[in-house]
């Protein structure tokens, strides 16, 4: 139990996407940037990297990089942070995520996101502050004890708190127990045809979204063109798509209006039935055969189940007792939530293929901010809860 000095706490979440960074009680986070990680290992760039250091020493400083300083690996990679950083094409940079399938794989780089929303976005001693990091349900004590080794040693917070992201949905969304459908883009564990959808985007219009990068130059890698292109493709997702009210069907959408997107260099394309189509793989995901380009996932796509199907396996792996209330408070948050009309097409979808005797009831916020934030928003309720503060741990405890 921590017993110091009340202070605002720090609340983080950490994402296979984003980070996303603030303080207990507000109602959105100060930080949200880019979870991917910039490398360049100095040993293969060589005499290209060594050119680079003078000229970027202010640049560093200006843009939020921080170069990795472990005795370990100092000498063979840099890693750069933050979206002004990773926006800055370097030769030889690769672009990375620390995260995969929701498990820390790169403690270095994750130590790195972490110094770099505290320090630079934050502007705080985590010293001064307790701090509440949201993980995932299956997080394994391995990186439990690894977070909070680097918490309290490294960082020195007085107190920490790992709060799994369900358990934060509930602040945010609802107050009653509940089946928590969490969709972030790259949540792959727990829902493996989303990173499909983005590569999808991706595909369908690579010929629009290379315009947006620096193609011509050498030495740039194959990992932050795509990673370049993954941005876009993710505010395409959540501002332009739109998921369709009933199964994609190609005559009932071959007239649909086109919708205009601008693309960061100005330029304007214009998108069709594909806003419609790419959304429904979520449901259908068989829909991927196709689609041109992605040929080699014809093998793998009917294994894939969809939304739907995947809620309702979770609820009937519960308690008998306990399905019909989950049926009826189905949390739906995340990036990929802020969808239009996703919503209400799993709601539809659930009530023809749940039991008749279930009362189908999808919870989502109103807001699309909220609901790509909600985790966020959850432990920073839940951190500020005046009965939430013998919940805290110390380091002697």
């Keep these: 139990m921590y017993g110091g000095d009340e202070v605002s706490a720090i609340v983080v979440d950490l994402g296979s996407h ?63 942070v933050g979206s002004q950083a990773l926006g800055y094409r370097r030769d030889h940079m690769e ?27 934050l ?9 509440l990091l949201a993980e995932p349900s299956s997080n394994t004590p391995q990186q439990r004890e690894r977070t909070a080794e680097l918490m309290f040693e490294k960082y020195k917070v007085p107190a920490l708190f790992l709060a799994k992201n369900a ?22 564990h727990q829902c493996n045809n989303l990173w499909l959808t983005i590569l999808l985007f991706i595909a369908r219009f690579s010929h629009l979204l290379l315009l947006t ?7 740039t890698t194959e990992s932050y063109r795509l990673y370049s292109q993954r941005v876009i493709a993710s505010d395409i997702k959540e501002s332009v798509c739109r998921a369709p009210d009933t199964p994609y069907d190609e005559s009932a959408y071959a007239n649909i209006p086109m919708t205009p997107y601008e693309l960061p260099d100005g330029q304007t394309i214009e998108i069709g039935a594909d806003r419609f189509k790419i959304p429904d793989i979520l449901f259908n995901p068989s829909i991927v055969q196709t689609i041109p380009g992605m040929e080699s996932f014809a093998d793998t796509a009917p294994s894939i189940r969809g939304l739907p199907q995947m809620v309702i396996e979770s ?53 699309a901010t909220e609901r790509r ?25």
């Design 167 to 188: 358990v934060c949905f509930y602040p945010s969304l609802a107050h009653t127990p509940a089946l928590s459908s969490y969709y972030s883009i790259s949540f792959s």
């Design 95 to 121: 672009v990375l995520s620390p995260i995969k399938d929701g498990v820390v794989v790169d403690w270095d780089m994750v130590d790195n996101v972490w110094e770099h929303a505290f320090r630079e976005r």
């Design 123 to 131: 502007l705080i001693d985590p010293k001064e502050h307790p701090m």
């Design 315 to 367: 609820i009937n792996k519960c308690d008998v007792d306990i399905r019909r209330e989950l049926f009826s408070s189905i949390l739906l948050a995340g990036g990929t939530a802020s969808m239009q009309q996703l919503k209400e097409r799993l709601e539809k979808d659930l009530l023809e293929e749940s039991p008749q005797a279930a009362r189908v009831k999808v919870l989502a916020s109103g807001n």
């Design 18 to 80: 984003t980070c996303k960074a603030g303080y207990a009680g507000e109602d959105a986070p100060k930080a949200v940037f880019p979870s991917f990680v910039g490398v360049i290992d100095q040993l293969e760039a060589g005499d290209a990297v060594k050119s680079e250091r003078e000229s970027e020493s202010v640049l560093d400083s200006k843009n939020g990089v921080r170069p990795f300083d472990s005795d370990k690996t100092k000498a063979k990679r840099k890693l750069y």
């Design 213 to 219: 990068v620096d193609l011509d130059f050498p030495n």
């Design 373 to 397: 934030f909600s985790v966020w928003i959850g432990g920073s309720i839940l951190a500020s809860l005046g009965s939430f503060q013998q919940m805290w741990f110390s380091k002697a405890e």
